[in-house]
């Protein structure tokens, strides 16, 4: 872990990313950066600068304040503040001391479940964890960046996934669990195949026939209704949730890669192979020698 002075970026009066983005994916990172406000730095306001998407800073040291639908707020180190999507919004540094402070400005369909779950609400937009994790989680994205500017589509949305993971255990909440078991439905009997589903993925014989068959559901109605309440098939439920599982396993584990394949299901190991190539750019293998040892 490095010291907070060990960073670059601290060195420097501003910093600012583009990363690679895939529109598809659950969260995708839009911007990421570092500014050292100057004293009489102008507003930032959504007049100016309206946003469709969420914006995060991550406030280091000195002060500023926040003007978030119509409520305002004073802010200072060590501090989370979160502006949502179309909000009406204005913040600017302190005159006498002003704030220096990390940004992630992101997106996707689970951007919601994510900042909710970190309990970021329009009335009280601000939190202070308290935690060294969070702080370092945001510094090694960003310095990631620094090194390699270009960094592929799935570094981007895991390393924001850690990020907010982050913040979520330190208000001990589990955002890894919410996200795999959050449920759009409220259908007690589709709330159990989906539940069924993040308890059994492993099983290499999951599908939309046995589900059926132990649920007692039509095959072609269960399909129906859980793309109409999930917004996708349960093969590509499935699938995601595998490789979600298997990209954790590939980051954070010593496993083989046959042995991943395995443990998400996947008796074949060049199907699994090919399912994570298609998704995160990268064969697991690949992926792990070029990019785990950097991470």
Known sequence: MCAMS???????????????????????????GFERCSPNKAEVNSVLYPKTDYI?????GGKGYLQLNGNNF????????????????AYRPDSSD?????????SGPFAHQFSSECNFTHENPILQPKDDKIFTAFADFLTAFIRQQD?????????????LAEIGHALQIDVKKSRQNHSHSGNPRLND????????????????STLSSKFHFNPSYLSKIFHVEIG?????????LRLCKAFELVQNSDMFIKEISLAVGYEDVGFFSKLFKR????????YFKKYVPTI
Not at 6 to 32: A, G, M, W
Not at 56 to 60: D, E, F, L, N
Not at 74 to 80: A, F, Q, R, V
Not at 279 to 286: A, H, I, T, V, Y
């Open 6 to 32: 060990d960073y670059i970026f601290l060195r420097k009066e501003i910093c600012t990313f583009f990363p690679q983005h895939d529109n598809l994916s659950d969260l995708f990172v839009l911007s990421i």
């Open 193 to 208: 195949v989906i539940h069924y589903i993040n308890q059994n993925y492993t099983q290499p014989n999951l599908s939309l």
């Open 279 to 286: 998704k995160f750019g990268e064969s697991p293998s690949l």
């Open 74 to 89: 004073s802010i200072g180190k060590d501090t989370l503040f979160l502006i949502p999507p179309k909000s009406k919004f």
């Open 232 to 240: 996708k098939s349960i093969s590509q439920y499935i699938m995601d």
């Open 98 to 106: 002003p704030w220096y402070y990390m940004w992630i400005e992101y």
């Open 56 to 60: 995060m800073h991550y406030v280091i």
């Open 151 to 163: 960094q592929p589509v799935v570094f981007t949305m895991f390393g924001l996934y850690n990020v």
